[in-house]
């Protein structure tokens, strides 16, 4: 929310010195596990080399859950989560972190629902009592809950002017359906307006339990100093919650193209196929083949036929998308409308040749650097390794996950790739919507009715019905 930025400008000079300093990722990162006689564990990794927390926090479960009729119910509540808790009322709760420079903060996403805090040590009792409050006690206070649905209200309407949005929504809509997963996460204006404080507080009570929490420490406390604040701020959650599982997606629409007219001189593209979960055997091969195809920026074979040798795009990209219950395949490029249907023939072409040939070692090789070397930069400060951790653990890979997936992606060979490239990538399964007025492409595909019935030009947000990338670079 934008009222966070004045807190963020307050810790804005130590933490980019911070950032050149707090390189963790240069040495081997010690990661100890601490566990709270509630039994609450966390990840700590300390760094003492400045007096600065980062807290990162996570509960699974996010938008996915949102009950039919009240989508955008877990976006609501992480703007309403410092506007008012325990014995403070809106104004004196912001006063707390503004005065006292924390840095504080919820997202919302399809399958959790995250938090982060950074602090000054000496604010570090403060920050995790107020922490504490806006977990178990919050307000939902009449005047905060209207302001922030408000302010979601316009979002919402901003969207269904982006024709960015509107192809990315029937792509999304089309491939899941009627799963939860092809609801807006953001909510609809009928379905905003629908949500009342009782829906809040139920959503806090039924998610904010200690079986799905995770958490992570990296700065500047001690195992000693973190046991009794876990005890403290989390200890008196809920065990357990009785939120139904969501289903996982069937993923069977047949692929083609959708046509969303709307009177731009350039048209935007947003395609996807079914792909793969995280927890996948053949992920790391996978992950590999989607930098080679549309994933690794100029050297992609999509970006080179595309832009370098064709001209007919700035840009084009691929990437995976890995949900809790689905996988995707999922890709975007902006051309101008005489320009769709060829650049369309390409990415089916690519699909199919990378499918059937395979990559060469070169490729691999290439991509193998890259992604190895990228990683440790997601590192070098204490937000940013807080953030990371909580990756690791909201996505199950396990504590020694940084080492294992190092020697994961060096393992990759170019016999691999190709036999995932060819278990995966089906040219006949992409799902296209072009949002503009494209010059010789016939629609295959129904677009989903919630976008044909947009009268005006109608996310991957935080919380958008578009698929985002998984929680980590892999």
């Known amino acids: 929310m934008p009222r966070r930025i004045a807190r963020q400008l307050v810790l804005f000079c130590l933490l980019s010195v911070c950032c050149l300093i707090f390189a963790p990722a240069a040495r081997a990162i010690e990661i100890q596990q601490v566990t709270g006689d509630s039994g609450v564990t966390a990840w700590l990794v300390e760094d003492h080399s400045n007096p600065l927390i980062a807290v990162a926090l996570g509960f699974m479960g996010g938008s996915a859950d949102d009950p039919a009729g009240k989508e955008g119910l877990a976006e609501l509540t992480s703007g309403l989560l410092d506007e008012g808790a325990g014995e403070f009322d809106s104004a004196s709760f912001q006063k707390q972190l503004n005065d006292n420079g924390i840095d504080y903060g919820f997202d919302a996403s399809r399958d959790s629902f995250t938090g982060q805090m950074n602090m000054l040590t000496e604010q570090r009792d403060l920050a995790f009592g107020l922490l504490h409050r806006s977990l178990t006690t919050p307000h939902f206070d009449a005047e905060p809950v209207e302001r922030i649905r408000r302010q979601l209200l316009a979002m919402i309407d901003d969207r269904l002017s982006d024709p960015d949005v509107i192809g990315a929504r029937a792509v999304s809509q089309t491939l899941f359906g009627g799963h939860p997963y092809g609801r807006p996460g953001i909510g609809t204006a009928e379905s905003m307006q629908a949500i009342t404080a009782d829906d809040l507080h139920r959503f806090v009570a039924r998610h904010f339990t200690r079986d799905r929490l995770h958490l992570v420490a990296v700065g500047d406390i001690t195992a000693a100093q973190l046991q009794p604040l876990l005890d403290s701020t989390f200890g008196d959650l809920p065990a357990s919650s009785d939120l139904p599982a969501v289903p996982e997606a069937r993923l069977d629409q047949p692929g083609g193209v959708m046509v969303v007219d709307r009177g731009i001189p350039q048209s935007i593209i947003n395609f996807a196929q079914p792909g793969i979960k995280r927890d996948d055997p053949d992920f790391f091969a996978a992950y590999v083949a989607n930098y080679i195809l549309g994933g690794g920026g100029f050297s992609s074979r999509l970006m080179h036929e595309v832009r370098e040798k064709r001209g007919l795009a700035y840009g084009i990209s691929t990437s995976l998308v890995t949900f809790d219950h689905a996988g995707l395949i999922w ?144």
């Open 331 to 474: 890709g975007q490029v902006q051309t101008v409308n005489e320009r769709v249907a060829k650049t369309i023939e390409i990415i089916r072409a690519e699909w199919a040749k990378m499918r059937d040939r395979g990559p060469t070692a070169a490729e691999v090789d290439t991509a193998k650097t890259y992604l190895l070397g990228s990683y440790p930069r997601l590192f070098t400060s204490g937000g940013g390794t807080a953030g990371a951790l909580l990756g690791i653990q909201l996505e199950g890979l396990g504590i020694d996950y940084i080492d294992r997936r190092q020697a994961e992606i060096a393992k990759v060979t170019p016999a691999s790739v190709a036999r995932v490239a060819k278990r995966l990538l089906q040219p006949d399964r992409l799902v296209f919507a072009v949002v503009g007025q494209p010059v010789g492409v016939t629609a295959t595909l129904s677009t989903p009715a919630s976008v044909a019935g947009d009268q005006v030009p109608a996310q991957q947000g935080a919380s958008g019905p578009e698929p985002k990338p998984t929680h980590i670079q892999q």
